[in-house]
T-cell receptor, first 114, second 116 residues
Framework: DAGITQSPRHKVTETGTPVTLRCHQTENHRYMYWYRQDPGHGLRLIHYSYGVKDTDKGEVSDGYSVSRSKTEDFLLTLESATSSQTSVYFC?????????????FGNGTRLTVT | AQSVTQLGSHVSVSEGALVLLRCNYSSSVPPYLFWYVQYPNQGLQLLLKYTTGATLVKGINGFEAEFKKSETSFHLTKPSAHMSDAAEYFCAVSVEGDSGTYKYIFGTGTRLKVLA
């Protein structure tokens, strides 16, 4: 168990409102990732982090920002939510800093933007 | 750019039959490949991974996958399907990001249905 907690697990929000999703890990792993999962698209990388204050964009980063002020927390913010951001969001961590390390996933946050 | 393609978004097999889920990758360097499984309302779990060495990789729950460089494939198989294998399966490849970092690219997934 990699000790990953995502909060909230479910959220309904209105278009135009800001939303922040939190990913918390109980161990000091360096790499953390945010993905969104949509039918027909699989998992798509939004942003990832390779250390405190070190982040980079993924393939679908528009409309999202992230912050990592301490090792254990990786926050994903939708500055102004849109209906196209309705999705299931997964946080993942890599327990080793190498290419062959698998990802460990949280249980996801289901976000609905009305 | 490195990527993975999963052929077949839905696959149905009878209980006890062979399971074959297809994954092809595109990579200019030797890839690191993974298969994950997702059960309803859960996150993804690692089934198996290929890094280097033996091309036939065994994973959990009786699954295995064979890395074939000449075919750029990493298909997932299981000799005999069980009802509990019904889930969605994802193939993934790790790629180099900027500044020496690395990230993971996933296929679009294959939903496996097992018929009684």
């Amino acid at each position: 168990d990699a000790g990953i907690t995502q909060s909230p697990r479910h959220k309904v929000t209105e278009t135009g409102t800001p939303v922040t999703l939190r990913c918390h890990q109980t161990e000091n792993h360096r790499y953390m990732y945010w993905y969104r999962q949509d039918p027909g698209h699989g998992l798509r990388l939004i942003h990832y982090s390779y250390g405190v204050k070190d982040t980079d964009k993924g393939e679908v980063s528009d409309g999202y920002s992230v912050s990592r002020s301490k090792t254990e927390d990786f926050l994903l913010t939708l500055e102004s939510a849109t209906s196209s951001q309705t999705s299931v969001y997964f946080c993942a961590i890599s327990t080793r800093s190498s290419y062959n390390s698998p990802l460990h996933f949280g249980n996801g946050t289901r976000l609905t933007v009305t | 750019a490195q990527s993975v393609t999963q052929l077949g978004s839905h696959v149905s097999v009878s209980e006890g039959a062979l399971v074959l889920l297809r994954c092809n990758y595109s990579s200019s360097v030797p890839p690191y490949l993974f298969w994950y499984v997702q059960y309803p309302n859960q996150g993804l779990q690692l089934l198996l991974k290929y890094t280097t060495g033996a091309t036939l990789v065994k994973g959990i729950n009786g699954f295995e996958a064979e890395f074939k460089k000449s075919e750029t494939s990493f298909h997932l198989t299981k000799p005999s399907a069980h009802m509990s294998d019904a889930a969605e399966y994802f193939c993934a490849v790790s790629v180099e990001g900027d500044s020496g970092t690395y990230k993971y690219i996933f296929g679009t997934g294959t939903r496996l249905k097992v018929l009684a």
